[in-house]
T-cell receptor, first 115, second 113 residues
């Protein structure tokens, strides 16, 4: 089944403790992206990647890092999480940038709480 | 700058009645417009898109959307709502500079039995 898999689904952590949220897709997509979803703010893009070893900042990149060493994986790293990073996170992928009309497949989300 | 607006945080409709979820856009040039749906505890799913052609676009689950250039709108519609349509709906527009999607803030649709 074609899908985007995120792990973990739920995570509670403490301020300052580094964490990684994994994202993997099995569709050979070139474009991958991370979003955070907050009430009243919709989806905001954190980082995106056009292909292996090509990443770029989205609208809210502060406090996050990403890497794209393999085509299928696009982990999101929080080096020193803070409470304002408590949010619902989504990974998504598409063959090409989604604005070109290609289907965008989303993972099921990771609910992160930083205390 | 490109943007979309979803003026309603929530829309309530009775099952069997027609539903409309509103979206307006602001772009330079021809818009590429999209609707996505998010069911509880799930990621977003693609519903439909408008790129060019017929102003009435048909999508998944019986939904359709009407592109109106003069009113800069792309409202999502369904002739007869189902309780299972209850979800969060997002309108999105293509950023012509980056081909990324710019999402609206979402509209929660509640369909009552």
């Amino acid at each position: 089944e074609a899908q985007v898999t995120q792990n973990p689904r739920y995570l509670i952590t403490v301020t300052g403790k580094k964490l990684t949220v994994t994202c993997s897709q099995n569709m050979n997509h070139e474009y991958m992206s991370w979003y955070r979803q907050d009430p009243g703010l919709g989806l905001r893009q954190i980082y995106y990647s056009m292909n292996v070893e090509v990443t770029d900042k989205g609208d809210v990149p502060e406090g996050y890092k990403v890497s794209r060493k393999e085509k299928r994986n696009f982990p999101l790293i929080l080096e020193s999480p803070s409470p304002n990073q408590t949010s619902l996170y989504f990974c998504a992928s598409s063959l090409r940038p989604p604005g070109m009309g290609y289907g965008y497949t989303f993972g099921s989300g990771t609910r992160l709480t930083v205390v | 700058a490109q943007s979309v607006a979803q003026p309603e945080d929530q829309v309530n409709v009775a099952e069997g009645n027609p539903l409309t979820v509103k979206c307006t856009y602001s772009v330079s040039g021809n818009p590429y417009l999209f609707w996505y749906v998010q069911y509880p505890n799930r990621g977003l799913q693609f519903l439909l898109k408008y790129i060019t052609g017929d102003n009435l676009v048909k999508g998944s689950y019986g939904f359709e959307a009407e592109f109106n250039k003069s009113q800069t709108s792309f409202h999502l519609k369904k002739p007869s709502a189902l309780v299972s349509d209850s979800a969060l709906y997002f309108c999105a527009v293509r950023d012509i500079n980056t081909d990324k999607l710019i999402f609206g803030t979402g509209t929660r649709l509640q369909v009552f039995p």
